[in-house]
């Protein structure tokens, strides 16, 4: 934070704290704020919420702050309610830039006639009739030149409607003539996220870039870009860099703010344009929920180490040459070491420099066998990149596939089944090779024959490779490499350090088995990262994909372990690619907003449900499906499945334009709470078809076919 900033909320907070009667005479003196509770409903209705506002007038060229103001101090509010009242938090319109008279960006806020809606709620057991009252104490911070604290005591009185049966769930009260449109217009153009637009970011060093794209013909033109964060993770008062795509999408460049907090994996905000995002210049802020893709200051998920780039390139090389050391405490590698460095001085005799050389040649087997397989995944990534292929963890492919690999070379580590033992046997032969042939074949058998449980600990570098530039990868290989070969090198140049080394014994076995927890975490972190880039239904897809093929690497391990029959160890390998199959089919993952392969049933694009949402889509005479549901939900899983994917419902969904909104109950909340107890009901899943013209809704059963659907929406 700036001196300046720091100085001028120093004066703010001490302001605050200058007596209460000396603070209201300041305010009314200068009265460029003026401050009132008004409501959309003419009365309060039992079991349904109300929407209310805190309105403030501001005076010509002052204003108050946002959310995240920025310099300044945000508007709040300290409710005072009845028995069993419960308020919401502010719902905040789209800000603007505030600046000063020389031009500069001082905070994010609002200016005229401002609404801030919030949402009452009930309690269940609201008698009919007499009145309620709420009553609030506003604080906000008003500014033009000068900036003064400002306050005022809100109050709204409203009658409970009667229990009459004209007054009903589907059926609310008497709009308020005044504010009811105001309000409901308001509540209308709040930034929320639509499925003309995709949003994703990605973090560096000092910034930030956020990549606005329509998923289809983009409906207009926005102008005049401008990203606010919920917090304090961008500068507020630097420019922001945009520039178009070329694909009628924008690139925005943000600078870090110095406040950035470092382990942030989210961006929240709202990106804002002066024309809107939506035909007729509707929704002029997009609401931003994106998390950080390929973050360059962030660790890697690959072998626990940082992403190799710029700074964070030597303690990579540092961890990667560990990780090279630690393969030779591997069962299949460590009994070696001792074996054939007598080996070295049997066939070099007494001679030190012909033992050394031994050592020397061992190691440019394992340095040429790493750099072959660096270069092979070199002209895979330049092929890849010409295909478009996206070596990197921005594609949900390669996140996917790498979180597979983890998972598969974990379980071997753990001893659910054994890897490359007709390998073993080859190698075996190499290694009997004698004189420097012999050495040089020990050091790529090292690499990629007689050390196959070395594969989960390459598989990690490998993901590394990909995701980083070539010389990067080159060096990454190299530094395994001299890893692996360091402790032939230096018995052969010491080989009476040969009878301190400790026995192989159980211990290398329990090592091993504890090498692959690691591996497990980073499965769990890629599937965390998947979770940013699939929808919720293809995260779920991933979970359960990940189980079969764990199902059928444990039936390889069972029924072809080392002695099996013939036909038990094909009994394996069926069951291994049966269930391997079936899981990478489900699994696979497909983009956020990736298109129906059917290109006449679309998918359906599910807006949030809110009391506000139906009254606005019903007044527009459009019919209205309503699903209230939750993750914990399984009835709710199998109806989106029976139902939602649907080439009919899609169809007819898309046809006749149904408006389609989403309860979601996941987590508490009061007004899907309220809105199923107005129905008598208490859990989910529960789904209501609104058809226009009529007056009650249309209750659906709690398991759904796509032919009661259908049938229900036909008869409006």
């Not at 449109?181 to 929320?192: N, Q, V, W």
């Not at 927890?517 to 979770?531: D, E, K, S």
């Not at 499906?625 to 994917?645: E, G, S």
């Not at 709470?673 to 859990?683: C, H, K, M, V």
Request: proline content about 7%.
């Amino acid at each position: 934070m700036s001196f300046f900033r720091r100085l001028l909320l120093a004066v703010v907070c001490v302001g605050w704290f200058v007596p209460a009667h000396l603070r209201a005479a300041a305010a009314t003196k200068l009265s460029r704020v003026q401050a009132s509770l008004v409501a959309a409903d003419a009365a309060v209705q039992p079991g349904r919420p109300l929407t209310v506002a805190l309105r403030l007038v501001h005076d010509p060229h002052w204003h108050t702050y946002w959310l995240n103001p920025g310099t300044g101090l945000a508007t709040s509010l300290k409710w005072t309610l009845p028995p069993g009242w419960t308020a919401g938090d502010i719902q905040w319109p789209a800000p603007h830039l505030i600046k000063d008279v020389a031009g500069n960006i001082t905070g994010h806020g609002y200016e005229g006639d401002l609404l801030l809606p919030i949402t009452l709620t009930p309690p269940a057991d609201l008698a009919p009739g007499g009145t309620v009252e709420f009553k609030a104490a506003a604080d906000w911070l008003m500014c033009e030149e000068i900036c003064v604290p400002g306050s005022a005591n809100v109050a709204l009185t409203l009658p409970v409607a009667a229990a009459a049966p004209a007054v009903s769930a589907s059926n609310p009260p008497a709009p308020d003539a005044t504010w009811s449109e105001k309000i409901r217009a308001t509540l209308a153009g709040l930034p929320r996220a639509d499925a003309a637009w995709k949003i994703s970011a990605t973090r560096a060093a000092k910034t930030i870039t956020v990549r606005v794209s329509p998923t289809g013909a983009a409906p207009v033109a926005p102008k005049d870009l401008h990203v606010f964060t919920d917090d304090s993770l961008v500068a507020y008062d630097q420019p922001q860099k945009v520039e178009a795509d070329g694909q009628g999408g924008f690139v925005l460049t943000l600078p870090l703010g110095d406040d950035s907090p470092k382990d942030a994996t989210r961006l929240l905000g709202v990106i804002t344009s002066e024309s809107g995002w939506l035909a007729g210049g509707a929704l002029r802020g997009l609401r931003i929920d994106a998390g950080f893709s390929a973050a360059v200051s962030q660790p890697s998920t690959l072998n626990s180490q940082p992403q190799a780039a710029g700074s964070g390139l030597p303690g990579t090389l540092l961890l990667a040459l560990i990780g090279g050391l630690i393969l030779n405490l591997m069962p299949c590698v460590f009994p070696v070491l001792g074996i054939k460095i007598l080996g070295f001085v049997n066939q070099a005799g007494s001679d030190k420099k012909k033992i050394i050389t031994h050592g020397l040649v061992f190691t440019l087997g394992v340095l040429l066998s790493f750099w072959t397989l660096a270069i092979v995944l070199a002209v895979l990534r330049a092929g890849g990149d010409q295909l478009g292929w996206g070596f990197q963890l921005q594609s949900p492919v390669f996140v996917y596939a790498l979180a597979v690999l983890m998972l598969v070379f974990g379980m071997n580590m753990s001893g659910v089944f054994e890897f490359g033992l007709g390998a073993t046997a080859v190698g075996a032969e190499l290694q009997m090779k004698s004189g420097y042939a012999g050495s040089f074949f020990t050091g790529v058998l090292a690499t990629v024959v007689a050390t196959p449980c070395s594969a989960p600990f390459l598989a990690p570098a490998l993901g590394a490779a990909l995701a980083v530039s070539t010389l990067e990868s080159f060096a990454i290989f190299t530094a395994i490499a001299i890893g692996l070969s360091a402790p032939y090198l230096l018995l052969s140049i010491f080989p009476q350090a040969v009878k301190v080394l400790p026995r192989p014994g159980a211990w290398m076995e329990t090592f091993k088995q504890f090498m692959a927890f690691p591996l497990y975490a980073t499965v769990g972190y890629l599937v965390w990262v998947l979770g940013g880039q699939v929808s919720e239904e293809g995260l779920q897809h991933t979970l359960f994909s990940l189980v079969l093929i764990a199902l059928g690497v444990w039936v390889y391990g069972r029924w072809n372990a080392p002695g099996a029959s013939a036909g038990r160890a094909r009994f394996g390998v069926a069951g291994l690619v049966v269930a391997g199959a079936a899981g990478l089919w489900l699994g696979w993952p497909q983009p956020i907003g990736a298109k129906s392969a059917d290109a006449s049933a679309p998918e359906i694009v599910w807006e949030p449900w809110s009391p506000e949402a139906v009254a606005k889509l019903r007044a527009e005479g459009r019919i209205v499906y309503v699903d209230f549901t939750a993750r914990w939900c399984a009835t709710c899983q199998l109806n989106k499945k029976v139902v939602f994917h649907d080439r009919d419902v899609l169809r007819y969904f898309a046809e006749k334009k149904i408006a389609t909104l989403r309860g979601d109950w996941t987590n508490k909340d009061p007004r899907i709470t309220a809105e199923l107890a107005a129905y008598q009901r208490s859990a989910v899943p529960f789904n209501v078809i609104w058809l226009p013209g009529k007056k009650d809704p249309v209750l659906l059963p709690e398991l759904l076919s796509a032919g009661t659907v259908l049938s229900e929406l036909k008869k409006g």
